[in-house]
């Protein structure tokens, strides 16, 4: 079949405390924060931080939701590791960066007769570099300059006890094709795909399975990149056609519209059409990362949302260069997509405290 899907859209990783994460994506991953906003989902009020590659484009967005109040357990059925494509030889300088960080990882390995170094979050989760062909624009930082920094995402490696029904949902439901085979770990790649639409199942049939729910030290999601909505009710219908029946209604997330399906090796794969506007509906490409940005729906709730927050501080490379940044009320759009297909928002009605 041909695939609705361009490539990795997001991926959502659970850490604990806020500014760990900042820090970590930002300086040792060397990520631009794109978005600080929250979780549309519950009622505690919980960051929704974006990073990405110099335009913030889809398929380089890392998301965190910072979850201190419960630790996640790593294990199959999730995300275990998110991979960045960084240029041909440079496995040696992120080594070396990663040493000048004190972030753990080990070495320089290879996988699919590629270079890449993996290296562990503070909050547990393993991200990783690898050398690759990819023209996407990086973010530079002072320490990461841009003949080193990272593209975007070249892959994602999803843990299961068993390969052959998440290698069913891969190839039947999401149109990738099997490349090849490295000691347990199966590639799958989206024929066509843009860069960021290689999947890795690292086969691990003893290990537990990871827990579902938000929780501190694991990864929670992984969003694919579809056309628009109309492609996202045509993905729906068809996991129901192959008996994939409990994908979620489309939710409005305000930079893109997600639809949500739990994959038979457990991990949460959801789709995701951009919203007109995307991460600039209420931010310039300049202003990007620098506030705290809330949907239009959520806005009434500002100072008890900010109230239970913990405060970060936005990285040097984010702040902006003049003035403060004034908060721009953005829009608020209908609640259905452009050809009318109704879209889900959760109310913001938060509890009136963190216990
Ligand atoms: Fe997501």
């Known amino acids: 079949m041909s695939s609705l899907l361009k490539g990795i859209h ?40 974006y990073y990405g590659n110099g335009d913030a484009e889809a398929g380089s967005i ?85 003949d080193v920094a990272a593209r975007g995402f070249f892959a994602a490696v999803m843990s299961v006890r068993s ?11 999401l149109g990738f094709r099997k490349v090849g085979v490295d000691g347990p770990y199966h590639r799958f790649e989206i024929p066509g795909g843009g860069p960021g639409s290689v999947i890795d199942l690292h ?28 492609a996202l009710v045509t993905q729906k219908a068809f996991y129901e056609e192959l008996g994939y029946t409990d994908a979620s209604e489309l939710k409005d997330r305000f930079y893109f519209h997600s639809m949500y399906v739990r994959s038979p090796g457990g991990i ?19 202003e990007l990362g620098t506030k705290l940005n809330l949907p239009p729906w959520y806005e009434a709730q500002r100072a008890d ?9 936005v990285p040097d490379v984010n702040r902006p260069r003049y003035v403060t940044v004034a908060t721009r009320p953005a829009a608020v759009p209908p609640a259905t997509t452009a050809s009318g297909i109704p879209l889900s928002r959760t109310k913001a009605e938060f509890a009136t405290s963190r216990n």
């Open 62 to 146: 890392e998301t965190s939701f910072p979850y201190s109040r419960r630790p996640g357990r790593p294990g199959t059925g999730q995300v275990s590791v998110v991979s960045y494509s960084v240029p041909r030889g440079t496995a040696p300088f992120w080594r070396e960066h990663f040493d000048r960080h004190g972030a753990e990882h080990n070495g320089i390995e290879e996988r699919f007769a590629t270079p890449f170094v993996r290296v562990r979050h503070p909050a547990g989760m393993y991200f990783e570099v690898v050398e690759a062909d990819d023209h996407r624009r990086p973010w530079a930082t002072k320490e990461v300059g841009a």
């Open 203 to 230: 086969h691990e049939p003893a290990r537990p399975p990871g827990s579902w729910t938000f929780g501190a030290g694991t990864f929670h999601h992984i969003a694919f990149t579809v056309e628009n909505d109309d």
């Open 305 to 313: 949302i900010v109230a239970m927050l913990e405060p970060v501080i």
């Open 268 to 286: 949460l794969v959801e789709c995701t059409a951009n919203a007109p506007g995307g991460f600039y509906l209420d931010e310039t490409p300049e």
């Open 10 to 49: 997001h991926i959502t990783h659970c850490p604990g405390p806020a500014q760990a994460d900042v820090d970590f994506l930002t300086q040792v991953l060397g990520q631009r924060l794109v978005k600080q906003t929250v979780l549309m989902d519950g009622r505690i009020p919980i960051y929704h931080f």
């Open 163 to 173: 390969v052959d029904e998440q290698e069913r949902f891969l190839v039947d439901a």
